[in-house]
């Protein structure tokens, strides 16, 4: 069974801003809202680009690359030219800690 992972530190990312991360084998993209912290996938499925660098508007990621849009609760693609969706995870803050539920591959 999968644990939460600390990821970041909650001063690590100022409020309205994302953060391209590493955590084992999986690039996150971890982002900062006025009501909490979202992570997703960190690659967007147009041309591969990384997400935390993006720019947030609400709980919307638009893609540095080609805007491409992205919500931050789902990992829904929302606007092209972007094809499909991206993995979102399970977030929670512990104390000063931002913690992430990794999706393991199964095999």
């Known amino acids: 069974m999968a644990e939460f ?16 991360l590493r ?17 997703i996938e ?3 499925t ?3 680009a990384p997400l935390g660098n993006g ?10 690359w080609h805007g491409a849009e992205f919500c931050l609760k789902t990992g829904e693609a929302l606007t092209p030219p972007a094809f499909g969706q ?6 929670r803050v512990q104390g000063t800690a931002v913690q992430i539920l990794p999706q393991q591959e199964q095999t």
Do not use: N
């Open 5 to 20: 992972v600390t990821i970041a530190q909650a001063s690590d990312i100022p409020l309205g801003e994302g953060r391209s």
């Open 23 to 39: 955590c084992g084998k999986e690039d996150i993209a971890l982002f900062h809202c006025e009501d909490g912290f979202y992570a």
């Open 55 to 64: 720019f947030v508007e609400g709980h919307r990621v638009a893609c540095a």
């Open 86 to 91: 991206v993995k979102a995870y399970e977030v």
């Open 42 to 44: 960190d690659f967007c």
């Open 46 to 48: 147009h041309a591969g």
